[in-house]
Nanobody, 127 residues
């Protein structure tokens, strides 16, 4: 399974960006249980941003992004999205998408629950 993240860039505080993460597999079929976004700022550890069950029944947001970020997925396209509004300089980080394919009910907040990771896309927010 490959995850391809895109959509990062350099923006001003208060503006918006939408990240995408396309999942693909050599066999053609991708059975995702859950997916999420994590981020890593310079000099800091990777942190959880938001996760979603692929059914859409469960979502969980980090407090720091609640009300500003929205996660969604397109099952037909096997694509995960992250709509980021009202961006702040502290949102500056490399954003990684991740997919869980094994655990029946993965803990969305834990990196260890995810089996595949994208390469990361850089988001820079200037004040």
């Amino acid at each position: 399974v490959q995850l391809q993240a895109s959509g990062g860039g350099s923006v001003q505080a208060g503006t918006s960006l939408r990240l995408s993460c396309a999942a693909s597999a050599s066999g053609g079929t991708v059975s995702i249980i859950a997916a999420g976004w994590f981020r890593q700022a310079p000099g800091k550890e990777r942190e959880f941003v938001v996760g979603i069950s692929w059914s859409g029944f469960r979502t969980y947001y980090a407090d720091s992004v609640k009300g500003r970020f929205t996660i969604s997925r397109d099952n037909a396209k096997n694509t995960l999205y992250l709509q980021m509004n009202s961006l702040k300089p502290e949102d500056t980080a490399v954003y990684y998408c991740a997919a869980a394919l094994r655990a029946a009910t993965p803990n969305l907040q834990l990196p260890s629950e995810y089996d595949y990771w994208g390469q990361g896309t850089l988001v820079t927010v200037s004040s």
